[in-house]
Nanobody
Framework: QVQLVESGGGLVQAGGSLRLSCVAS????????MGWFRQAPGKDREIVAA????????YYADSVKGRFTISRGNTRNTVYLEMNSLKPEDTAVYYC?????????????????????WGQGTQVAVSS
């Protein structure tokens, strides 16, 4: 059974930092591009960041460029999201995803189709 399990969410003050982790299991994810999405109340789910299967290319939404960093663990079944200089508008449920299009990420464009797998989400709340 494929599972993506996120951790690291919480409540933080504006300007603070959080590190989200996602561990994937149930199959080999080493050749899967992975990423993070978020969904705020009343809004659509949106891409935050993505990384190719080998970690060689990354994509970031304009709203998080320069503040967030996505990376993969050595075993490639783990993906992290380092979030710095957090703002109240970053408040959302953050979802890990696997099975994104490598080509779009390498081209610096948002993923053009949904991922194959989703995590259950972790809440991030940023107070002003």
């Amino acid at each position: 059974q494929v599972q993506l399990v996120e951790s690291g969410g919480g409540l933080v003050q504006a300007g603070g930092s959080l590190r989200l982790s996602c561990v994937a299991s149930g199959r080999t994810f080493g050749n899967y591009a992975m990423g993070w999405f978020r969904q705020a109340p009343g809004k659509d789910r949106e891409i935050v960041a993505a990384i190719t299967w080998d970690g060689g290319s990354t994509y970031y939404a304009d709203s998080v460029k320069g503040r967030f960093t996505i990376s993969r663990g050595n075993t490639r079944n783990t993906v992290y999201l380092e979030m710095n200089s957090l703002k109240p508008e970053d408040t959302a449920v953050y979802y890990c995803a696997a099975g994104l299009p490598d080509r779009a990420i390498t081209a610096g464009t948002p993923p053009n189709y949904p991922p194959n797998y989703w995590g259950q989400g972790t809440q991030v709340a940023v107070s002003s």
